[in-house]
């Protein structure tokens, strides 16, 4: 099972190889940029709501495998992942980003995806380390 940040990565890496296609099923890519786009949006709704998933961790009980990429800071509170990427970019600006880079990645072409779309996948990843973090927390409340 490929999860969405391996994904991700892969479109990312592809995207960046100039005479390379990603050895993916397109139906599987596109479902996946469709997926992406919909994660985009409701991170932007958690964004707006007012209700807070920051806890006190003690140091002994961070896992740096759960953490991912993800500051100390924002391990405490994964909300500011989505503050910071949404003062930096728009939604429309992390659709043609995600774009961009499904269609580089999803053919051979002379030119390489331009850099500026690195900057928009860091924060995609953080996103997707954030709201795994939110999940773990609510599924720990809830038990």
């Known amino acids: 099972m490929v999860t969405a940040k391996a994904m991700l990565n892969k479109i990312m ?3 960046g190889k ?3 296609a990603i050895n993916e099923d397109s139906s599987a890519i596109f479902h996946f940029h469709q ?3 919909s994660f985009v949006r409701a991170c932007y709704v958690i964004r707006l709501k007012e209700e807070k998933w920051s806890i006190p961790v003690p140091p002994e009980n961070r896992s740096s495998l759960i953490q991912a990429s993800l500051s100390d800071e924002e391990y405490v509170n994964p909300n500011l992942v989505f503050q910071n990427a949404f ?3 728009c939604i429309k ?3 043609y980003y995600i774009a961009v ?3 580089f990645s999803m053919g051979i072409y002379a030119h390489a995806a331009e850099s500026k779309i690195f900057a928009p996948y860091i924060h ?3 996103m997707l380390d954030a ?3 939110i999940l773990e927390r609510r599924i720990q409340q809830n038990q």
């Open 93 to 95: 600006d992390f659709d």
């Open 101 to 103: 880079a499904v269609y």
């Open 18 to 20: 100039k005479k390379t």
């Open 87 to 89: 003062a930096e970019y």
């Open 124 to 126: 995609l990843t953080k």
């Open 13 to 15: 890496i592809y995207a």
């Open 35 to 37: 997926a992406l786009r």
């Open 131 to 133: 709201a795994h973090l």
